[in-house]
């Protein structure tokens, strides 16, 4: 049985990542939200486009108000209002200033602006009546960003400020790598879907859901097989259809022991390599991951126990998809965060034991509450609201209350 750390490295090396010429889309920039940028972005504009204004105030020259506080006011002769997208028409000359407004350009002669709340407009001029800092308020052209510089690097989620500094830079249409294209089937006859109505013995199939969802937010296309029977040779024509068709196929059941678990032995007639059958984690010791040469497709075989399936889903197979989706190396994860415990935490020490609950920021750092209920790999129910897992390594079997533990951070969004 692997450690967790080793399943971790396996599965990471197993994964090649999308191509940078091969996996590409062009696209319109509002529909970037939550796309991965593929190649780096440069922009023929510096940032900002021009000298100006950070500040309603007037334009003036510094040397002609280096001086002035309230016993000294300096008097300057307003020439031009300069307002927000108006090209200015005259040089300032010393004893002279020009009223502008935030963002508006500054005209040529004026290095500094003086906010208007430190001065006196009397008709067409205007009183200093306090000093400046040389150059204050003044946003000059190319301070944030340079032309022909990289401004966005390859690897990252597209969101609200990278989009937003896209359209800054007037690029409307963007190269992001596709979606991986990602299989969900669930096993077993006791499963049935939530319009069904449930009859004695019966479960429904929440797995799929929770995966299909979590696969969506981080921006899988993501395709449904549905429920599948506990018989071979359905089984098999499925995986077999799927594994063409995917860059992962994740199950959710039949990896396990039991009479009627036949995933590995299909996926060996199909030709795949396994290199995961068991992973020292609780929950989720059962963990299946293949790998198909011929069809480049990726399989994890998760448990069917749905806190176990969401928990092999966050600390095995969401780094493996964004090394595949193209995310920058660093940005793999899981994230661990060291939190203090609110709540004794046990484990009987034979496995790295991941126990659910909730990561907040306190006032001295982090902290991790339980979750309430037991902490069953098949009660979902308290499952929810969940931010965080904390982590209780091999061979220990108390943490206590107080003591910080390592806590894998869960995140909803890409």
Not at 195 to 221: C, F, I, R
């Amino acid at each position: 049985m692997l450690q967790v750390n080793q399943a971790e490295s396996i599965i990471l090396n197993l994964v090649q990542p999308l191509d940078s010429e091969r996996d590409v889309e062009t696209i319109d920039l509002l529909t970037a939200s939550g796309r991965i940028l593929a190649n780096p972005v440069t922009s023929k504009l510096d940032f900002p486009h021009w000298d100006n204004s950070a500040m309603d105030g007037y334009a003036v020259k510094f040397a002609d108000v280096k001086d002035c506080n309230p016993e000294n006011p300096i008097s300057l002769e307003i020439v031009e209002e300069i307002p927000a997208g108006y090209q200015p028409q005259k040089q300032i000359e010393s004893g002279q200033t020009a009223r502008i407004f935030t963002g508006a350009c500054m005209p040529q002669g004026a290095d500094t602006v003086v906010m208007q709340e430190v001065t006196k407009r009397e008709d067409d001029r205007v009183v200093i009546l306090e000093t400046p800092q040389p150059q204050e308020f003044v946003r000059y052209r190319g301070s944030f960003y340079q032309a022909g510089t990289p401004v966005l690097n390859p690897g990252i989620y597209l969101g609200a400020p990278e989009i937003a500094v896209l359209a800054a830079l007037q690029c409307p249409q963007i190269n992001v790598y596709r979606r991986p294209k990602v299989g969900i089937i669930s096993t077993g006859n006791e499963l049935v879907t939530p319009e069904q109505p449930l009859q004695v013995g019966q479960l429904v199939d929440s797995n799929q859901y929770a995966l299909a969802v979590t696969l969506e937010e981080m921006g899988a296309e993501v395709i449904r097989f549905g429920i599948l029977p506990d018989e071979r040779e359905i089984l098999q024509q499925t995986i077999a259809e799927a594994i063409v068709n995917t860059d992962f196929l994740l199950s959710t059941g039949g990896v396990s022991v039991g009479d009627y678990d036949y995933i590995e032995e299909i996926l060996t007639a199909l030709g795949a390599e396994i290199h995961i059958h068991f992973v020292a984690v609780k929950p989720g010791k059962p963990l299946t991951v293949a790998q198909f040469s011929d069809a480049q497709c990726l399989y994890f075989g998760l448990p069917g126990n749905p806190v176990s399936a969401l928990v092999s889903f966050w600390r095995f197979v969401q780094p493996a998809l964004k090394k595949l989706a193209g995310v920058n190396e660093a940005e793999w994860g899981p994230e661990f965060l060291m939190a203090r415990s609110l709540q004794d935490l046990h484990s009987n020490g034979k496995r790295e034991t991941y126990l659910w609950g909730k990561l907040n920021l306190g006032n001295d750092g982090y902290e991790f509450k339980l979750a309430g209920g037991s902490h069953s790999s098949g009660n979902l129910i308290n499952l929810a609201g969940t931010t965080g897992l904390a982590v209780v390594p091999i061979n220990e079997t108390l943490i206590p209350a107080g003591e910080l533990v390592q806590v894998l951070k869960i995140s909803f969004t890409s």
